[in-house]
């Protein structure tokens, strides 16, 4: 279990925080100590345990610091750097700091990095990295550019690992996101390109890091409030330049999407995370510690005054602004299991008690009945479940055995098989990895969509859709009630891919759909009826008729599963006896799906559709004309698909009349080549040589 005790202020003086909060708290050679730097001109040194500054220094007037002082632990020196370039290195002794020691370097710094057991390191705008006595014996040597233009380097963090510094920075560039891991014992830097997966077009908020002996484990907090992970490797796999590692979702929606001053993540061990921002929207913000091995909340404390969405940690105290003053709040992490994070654990016994044992034994039942057995055991499948998709990951980040898609397919094969023996085991997270590995398919694997399938599982579904190349007719098929069967609602709580759904929103002002009866729209107008038959009962409310040919029918979610369902391959003579199959009320639906999006295709001249992937006009066109052809007997007797279907009829009619007016100007343009031919070859002469054999 996770605990946080009671806080308190650090100073009582007011800090010079400004829009962002502070630059940093860092720790000094003393335990106990913590160098404090403002946004502004001060760096203070704070003693925790007598809640009260050692000492202050600050830069003259005029001079701003922009880089956290922090301690050089081989020399119990303290070392800031001010105005980018300017870096100072002082002692306790020291009071003025113009008169310290100063080197102006040549390059704009980020950071300075310093950990116990090796020298500081300087990390430049630029991405370049010097050690600090290589740089004070040459301040103005030249310093590389490693980043490319316009990336900015967004978080730092700096291990020792065997003995051997190693330095990962994250920087960012248009939304995308690239990690450098750099070993100082080979002078290795490796770039690694984190591909954000479906959650591509949301803002990371805070990094924090923790390491092992192969992987450095980054967690990453989204503005969408989820917490994701990403495993890199120490030691560089291969030779590529630019490598990819794809994140995983560890911990969904810790903190509300619109925290007003940001939030903040911290890595408290290797099993609990801090997080600080509002849990739910237009609440106050809190500080919230979770397990990450078992996915549960363990303890929080609200925070009314606000903070600034920074975190940092030392030891056991955690560090904040808390409205205007600097706040400690101590905590307390136990070893995790199972029994703590579900909150089994004895902290104390009544005099004269049996003494229980520290973990409890699950696999005992001491007493308790069958529910209580069968609770447990589901708990016991989800610990496995995150300690498969733990090993997956890490499987996958090292992408280096020379058999890794037979490794995938036995992998898929066994976690399918426990699948069908055990009914509640179902490692969602595990799947969607090992498919997006792109080594899969469906003849490999066909119970996947199978167990899928039943599942209702439409993330996995539409995943497997977009990946597989070779999916039955019938499988398709079977997708496609799922997509128009779910409810709204449910869809709402599921994560798909939206790349290829545009904005559906009405963006047409009611001026021009006024005059929309009079224009035509790449031969086809919606209004136009030349069909007397079909008068009365388009007039009769036009405006609705308006309305309803400029609104989508499904919502986005849905519409981008259908979307998925057109791009795949199939043969029509096995399709159509599976489409029969699906009830006439979600035909009626699909057919006003395809209606819209062919109408937002006659809204421009190319007849495409906006958005990453949209379907094709020949694939409306195509499914339309399916979905006739397999149900129009059941559709027909259906009252609320007269106007759909006289719409359709229009629409088919104006296709044939474009169709033959371009046919027209085809063989006008091949009459006029020909007499072009004719007109230069006036005058011209050839030689034939005819072999005979």
């Excluded at 803002?203 to 992987?215: G, H, M, P, Q, W």
């Amino acid at each position: 279990m996770a605990a946080l005790e009671e806080e308190f202020t650090l100073s009582s003086i007011v800090l010079s925080a400004g829009p962002e909060g502070l630059l940093g708290v860092e720790q000094s050679d003393e335990t106990d100590q913590f160098l404090v730097t403002d946004s502004g001109r001060t760096v203070i040194l704070y003693k925790v345990s007598d809640h009260k500054p050692l000492g202050s220094w600050s830069v003259k007037q005029g001079q701003i610091i922009t880089c956290p002082a922090v301690c050089n632990f081989q020399t119990r020196e303290y070392i800031v750097v001010h105005d980018n370039k300017v870096l100072r290195i002082w002692n306790n002794e020291d009071v003025n700091l113009d008169k310290v020691f100063k080197a102006t370097l040549s390059a704009e710094v980020y950071r300075i990095l310093s950990v116990q057991g090796t020298e500081p390191l300087v990390l430049f705008k630029e991405g370049a990295v010097r050690g600090l006595e290589a740089l004070l014996a040459d301040p103005q040597q030249k310093i590389e550019t490693v980043i490319s233009d316009e990336e900015v380097i967004k978080w730092t963090k700096f291990f020792i690992v065997f003995r051997h510094p190693v330095l990962i920075f994250i920087t960012e560039k248009h939304g995308n996101y690239f990690a450098y891991v750099q070993m100082f014992n080979s002078r290795i830097l490796t770039k690694y390109t984190l591909l954000l997966g479906q959650d591509g077009n949301s803002v990371i908020e805070s990094f924090t890091a923790s390491v092992d002996r192969k992987f450095i484990s980054l967690m990453s907090l989204s503005s969408d409030g989820c917490i994701y992970e990403t495993l890199i490797p120490i030691r560089p796999t291969g030779p590529e330049k630019n490598q990819s590692l794809v994140r995983s979702l560890l911990l969904k929606a810790v903190v509300s999407g619109n925290t007003q001053n940001g939030a903040a993540l911290t890595a408290l061990d290797q099993d609990h995370v801090a997080v600080l921002g509002s849990p739910l929207a237009a609440s106050k913000e809190c500080l919230s510690v979770w397990n990450i091995k078992f996915q549960t909340l363990q303890t929080s404390k609200e925070l009314p005054q606000g903070t600034s969405g920074q975190l940092w940690y030392y030891g056991e105290n955690l560090f904040m602004l808390h409205g205007k003053s600097l706040t400690v709040i101590p905590y307390k992490c136990e070893v995790s299991s199972l029994a703590g994070a579900l909150g089994k654990l004895k902290h104390g016994q009544d005099p004269g008690t049996h003494v229980m044992p520290r973990f409890v034994n699950w696999e005992t039942p001491q007493g308790c009945g069958l529910g209580f057995q069968n609770s447990e055991q589901s708990r016991r499948i989800e610990d496995s479940e995150k300690h498969i998709e733990v090993e997956v990951r890490k499987f996958l980040a090292l992408k280096q055995t020379p058999d890794f898609h037979t490794v995938i397919g036995d992998t898929v094969t066994g976690l399918l098989e426990r699948c069908k023996a055990e009914p509640s085991f179902y490692p969602r997270n595990c799947l969607m990895q090992l498919i997006q590995t792109h080594v899969l398919s469906y003849s490999l694997c066909p119970d996947l969509m199978e167990i899928a399938l039943i599942k209702k599982d439409v993330q996995l579904l539409q995943l497997c859709l977009q990946q597989f190349p070779d999916i039955p007719e019938s499988v398709t098929c079977a997708c496609l009630k799922i997509f128009l069967s779910i409810g709204d609602d449910s869809l709402q709580e599921t994560d798909v891919s939206m790349e290829s759904v545009f904005d559906y929103s009405n963006s047409v002002h009611d001026e021009k759909m006024e005059e929309q009866t009079e224009i035509l729209q790449n031969g086809f107008n919606p209004e136009e009826d030349k069909c007397s038959n079909c008068d009365q009962e388009l007039n009769k409310k036009p405006q609705d008729e308006t309305k309803e040919s400029t609104s989508c029918p499904v919502v986005p979610k849905r519409a981008a599963l259908l979307n998925v369902i057109l791009h795949s391959a199939y043969s029509e003579t096995f399709l159509l006896p599976h489409l029969k199959d699906i009830p006439a009320q979600h035909i009626t639906l699909f057919l006003k799906y395809l209606y819209f999006l062919y109408l937002k295709c006659s809204e421009n001249a190319t007849m495409t559709l906006p958005g990453i992937h949209p379907p094709t006009l020949n694939q409306i066109m195509d499914w339309i004309c399916l979905l006739l052809d397999a149900n129009f007997t059941v559709v027909v007797m259906m009252p609320e698909a007269k106007r759909l279907l006289i719409n359709l009829y229009k629409l088919v009619k104006s296709q044939i009349s474009v169709y033959s007016e371009l046919n027209k100007i085809e063989v006008s343009f091949r009459e006029l080549q020909k007499l072009n031919q004719e007109k230069n070859n006036r005058g011209l002469y050839s030689i034939e040589v005819l072999e005979l054999f």
